[in-house]
């Protein structure tokens, strides 16, 4: 009696593998009149539409994240210098509202920026925004000449 049970164990597995495919394969819940082989897209179809999404959300991924920095108020913008990453770039004289939009690329690391505002005779408002959100602001009022700086780091 021992020597039959190893045999029993195959035949069993074999017999709930013979009904799992016989379950998947018989049922046809289509309409009448339907073809049974739309209802299921082939194999083919889902990987390449896995391969589509997987490729957009990889693409999304490597897009690079937008600072925005922007100088509002009243006063006379004589020069503005804003850095990413030790890389400045100089401008000037500029009128009020100023708005820079600046490129971050995508990559895990971290990137110091800053912006400084060289202005006359007025107040001025300075925010940085990073992805839509607000990083940091600051003012600056001056009967004369004044500067205003903000700065921070981000994940790109």
């Not at 035949?11 to 495919?21: D, E, M, N, P, S």
């Not at 006063?75 to 009020?96: C, H, N, S, W």
Request: charged letters at 15%.
């Amino acid at each position: 009696m021992a020597d039959m049970l190893p045999a029993a164990r195959p035949l069993t597995a074999g017999l709930v593998v013979l009904v799992a495919l016989l379950a998947g394969c018989g049922a046809d819940d289509s309409p009448p009149g339907a073809d049974p082989s739309a209802a299921v897209p082939p194999a083919s179809a889902t990987a390449t539409a896995s391969a589509a999404v997987d490729a957009t959300s990889t693409e999304a991924a490597r897009q690079p994240h937008i600072l925005v920095l922007t100088a509002t108020g009243k006063a006379t913008i004589d020069k503005f210098t804003y850095v990413l990453d030790g890389r400045a770039t100089e401008g000037g004289p500029v009128r009020l509202p100023w708005r820079q939009s600046v490129d971050v690329p995508a990559d895990g690391r971290t990137h110091e920026w800053s912006l400084t505002i060289e202005y006359r005779r007025g107040n001025v408002e300075l925010v940085g925004m990073f992805n839509g959100q607000v990083l940091t602001r600051t003012n600056g009022r001056s009967t004369g000449t004044g500067t205003v700086s903000i700065s921070g780091s981000v994940l790109g």
